[in-house]
């Protein structure tokens, strides 16, 4: 057994840890499960998709803030159809190659969870970390996914 000091700080680290861990997980209508992604607090992730008319990669990224999904930021490459920048809601900042970044947007995602249909291949509906990408369109094209961040675990 570890006592004094060391021990503290076994501890210290332990508690952190746990309240540091959280998992993002793709799951189907049925409950089975279709990814899981370990996304520590204050890290990030996206949702990327091919624009259904122009074909380039839209994305929409989230953070675990304190155990919470957070949307922080999208990238639009053009005004395409069904992409827009909303006034008041985040910046909208050039990407300096015709596109555009919409900062700071800073939503919490109700329940920490919310429902995808994926598109087909062509479109590609995937999750993204700093260390894992998943096809949700090559697991369940155009199945109800639910996405959720379940904070505490990992």
């Known amino acids: 057994m ?22 993002l997980t793709a799951t189907l209508a049925d409950g089975t499960e279709i990814a899981r992604l370990a996304v520590p607090e204050g890290s990030g992730w996206c949702v990327l ?27 639009l490459p053009d005004f395409a159809a069904g992409l827009d920048h909303i006034p008041g809601r985040g910046e909208q900042l050039s990407d300096g190659q015709g596109g555009y970044w919409i900062e700071d947007l800073d939503e919490p995602v109700p329940g920490n969870a919310y429902i995808l249909r994926p598109g087909s291949i062509a479109v590609d509906h995937r999750l993204r970390t700093a260390q894992a990408e998943v096809s949700l369109s090559r697991l369940a094209p155009r199945g109800r996914v639910t996405i959720a961040l379940i904070p505490g675990e990992s």
Request: charged share 10%.
């Open 2 to 23: 570890i006592t004094g000091l060391a021990g503290r700080l076994i501890a210290a680290a332990l508690i952190c840890t746990q309240a540091s861990a959280g998992t």
């Open 49 to 75: 998709w091919n624009h259904s008319v122009q074909g380039f990669e839209v994305q929409d990224c989230y953070e675990n803030r304190g155990g919470a999904m957070v949307l922080t930021r999208s990238h």
